[in-house]
Nanobody, 118 residues
Framework: QVQLVESGGGLVQAGGSLKLSCAAS????????MGWYRQAPGKERELVAT???????NYADSVKDRFTISRDNVKRTVYLQMNSLKPEDTAVYYC????????????WGQGTQVTVSS
């Protein structure tokens, strides 16, 4: 059983910063991708940023140069530093861990609300 526990969401004014954390536990394949997705009301869930065990990062265009993903492989924790927040960043942010072998495995956290006021 895999568990992902997120923390760090909240309410912030536009231009402010927040840092999200997600700690993973359970049977997780050693080579994996951890990351963040978000879902705003009435919209589909979308990728924000991901990072592989080896350090490869991927960002959505909308957050490049504002958000930074990092991870601690020993602690099995992924972080998302969010700077210069905009009202359109308001969403529930979900942590994810996945690996492709022997078949695709993907697990989700419960989500944490991020609200950016204008």
């Amino acid at each position: 059983q895999v568990q992902l526990v997120e923390s760090g969401g909240g309410l912030v004014q536009a231009g402010g910063s927040l840092k999200l954390s997600c700690a993973a536990s359970g049977s997780i394949f050693g080579i994996n991708t951890m990351g963040w997705y978000r879902q705003a009301p009435g919209k589909e869930r979308e990728l924000v940023a991901t990072m592989t065990t080896g350090g490869r990062k991927n960002y959505a265009d909308s957050v490049k140069d504002r958000f930074t993903i990092s991870r601690d492989n020993v602690k099995r924790t992924v972080y998302l530093q969010m700077n210069s927040l905009k009202p359109e960043d308001t969403a529930v942010y979900y942590c994810s861990v996945s690996w492709p072998v022997p078949s695709l495995h993907r697990y989700w956290g419960q989500g944490t609300q991020v609200t950016v006021s204008s």
